[in-house]
Every structure is written in structure tokens, then in C-alpha cells.
């Protein structure tokens, strides 16, 4: 048989230990596990997609050890099925927090199959810690000053504090 590979899209800015959770569920499926990061033009990130790629790698490293070489990272802009087929997935991983989640899933696992009929969507709900940690929270936490280590790897929360650095910005607009 074929290896298994799932593609996991999202955007990763920054990386949470929901993503991770996540991302281990994958892993006990399938023979390895593409983290697909979408960058769109329009949508602005505070983390660049090298920064996330950077994250991914690290915090996989750090949390899941070995189990981090079935692991890698790609950008995407178009389609999720588009990059799963570039990628050679048959898999497509999404994470579920919540019903809300579950109705938003449903459907986009529905119009992906129409797309795609040889790419199957496979749903993993978060942990019960890791079931409020939604990205954009963690950053507007950050970005107020707030302690996020409870909802991300140590490194990430490191990233958060340098990028939030008053004064680091300061002389870096200087
Ligand atoms: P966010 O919604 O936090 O900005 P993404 O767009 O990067 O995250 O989401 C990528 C995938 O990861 C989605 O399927 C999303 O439901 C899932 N995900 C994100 N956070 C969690 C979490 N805390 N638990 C489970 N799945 C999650």
C-alpha cells in the first residue's frame, strides 16, 4: 500500500497547542502529515510564512520528538485540494473545537469532496485543554501584554513577546 499522506491547512499565525494536538491525531493516521500554510494576498499575517514554517518545525520538534520527521511544511495560495493533490495527499486533517467547528467543517469537507472525490476529509477534535485556544485570541492576548503560555509552545510564546517588544519595534522603525 501507498504511504498515507494528509495535508493540514490552515494558517498557523502562530501555531497553538490546539494545531498540535491536531497534528498528532494526523500523525496516528497517516504515514506523514504536510502542514499547509496559506498566505493570500489579502489576508495579512503577523507571522511571515517563513517565521511559521520556522514554528511548526520547532514546536513539532519539541512537543512530538521523533514522531516530527513525518512532519513537513509547505505555503499554499490556492485551493486546499489543489495543494493536497501537489502534495500527493489523499488525506485533508482538519482540527474540530467546537459545533460550531463541526457545522463549518461539514460543509467545507462536502464542497471539497465535490471538488476532489479522491481526497478524504478526516476530522480530529481537540483535547479537552486545548478545546478554547483559538490563534486569534492567543495573538490578541499577546499583543496586550497578556501570558499565552498556557495555549502555545514555549518558543511561540517566545516569538509572540519578541514581535510585541515595544521596544524592539521602536529601533526597528528607527
Ligand atoms: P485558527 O482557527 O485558530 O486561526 P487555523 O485557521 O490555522 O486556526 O486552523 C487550521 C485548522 O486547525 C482548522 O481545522 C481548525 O479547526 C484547527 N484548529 C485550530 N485550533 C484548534 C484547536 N484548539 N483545537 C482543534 N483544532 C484546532
Given at each position: 500500500m501507498s504511504a498515507r499522506i494528509a495535508l493540514y491547512p490552515g494558517?498557523?499565525?502562530?501555531?497553538?497547542l490546539g494545531h498540535l494536538d491536531v497534528l498528532a491525531g494526523g500523525l496516528a493516521l497517516a504515514d506523514s502529515v504536510v502542514v499547509a500554510i496559506g498566505v493570500h494576498a489579502e489576508k495579512k499575517a503577523l507571522f511571515s510564512f517563513e517565521e511559521r514554517k520556522a514554528l511548526v518545525e520547532a514546536a513539532a520538534r519539541d512537543r512530538l520528538g521523533a514522531q516530527a520527521d513525518r512532519v513537513s511544511v509547505i505555503a499554499f495560495r490556492n485551493l486546499t485540494v489543489q495543494a493536497a493533490r501537489a502534495a500527493g495527499a489523499t488525506l485533508m486533517l482538519r482540527g474540530l473545537r467546537s459545533a460550531t467547528d463541526l457545522d463549518y467543517e461539514m460543509q467545507l469537507a462536502g464542497m471539497n469532496l465535490g471538488l476532489a472525490p479522491d481526497i478524504r476529509t478526516i476530522l480530529v477534535p481537540a483535547s479537552p485543554l486545548a478545546r478554547p485556544i483559538t490563534a486569534t485570541l492567543v495573538r490578541q492576548i499577546a499583543s496586550m501584554g497578556g501570558d499565552v503560555s498556557p495555549f502555545v509552545p514555549a518558543l511561540v510564546a517566545d516569538a509572540l513577546k519578541a514581535k510585541f517588544d515595544p521596544q524592539k519595534n521602536r529601533e526597528a522603525n528607527s
Amino acid at each position: 500500500m501507498s504511504a498515507r499522506i494528509a495535508l493540514y491547512p490552515g494558517s498557523f499565525d502562530p501555531p497553538t497547542l490546539g494545531h498540535l494536538d491536531v497534528l498528532a491525531g494526523g500523525l496516528a493516521l497517516a504515514d506523514s502529515v504536510v502542514v499547509a500554510i496559506g498566505v493570500h494576498a489579502e489576508k495579512k499575517a503577523l507571522f511571515s510564512f517563513e517565521e511559521r514554517k520556522a514554528l511548526v518545525e520547532a514546536a513539532a520538534r519539541d512537543r512530538l520528538g521523533a514522531q516530527a520527521d513525518r512532519v513537513s511544511v509547505i505555503a499554499f495560495r490556492n485551493l486546499t485540494v489543489q495543494a493536497a493533490r501537489a502534495a500527493g495527499a489523499t488525506l485533508m486533517l482538519r482540527g474540530l473545537r467546537s459545533a460550531t467547528d463541526l457545522d463549518y467543517e461539514m460543509q467545507l469537507a462536502g464542497m471539497n469532496l465535490g471538488l476532489a472525490p479522491d481526497i478524504r476529509t478526516i476530522l480530529v477534535p481537540a483535547s479537552p485543554l486545548a478545546r478554547p485556544i483559538t490563534a486569534t485570541l492567543v495573538r490578541q492576548i499577546a499583543s496586550m501584554g497578556g501570558d499565552v503560555s498556557p495555549f502555545v509552545p514555549a518558543l511561540v510564546a517566545d516569538a509572540l513577546k519578541a514581535k510585541f517588544d515595544p521596544q524592539k519595534n521602536r529601533e526597528a522603525n528607527s
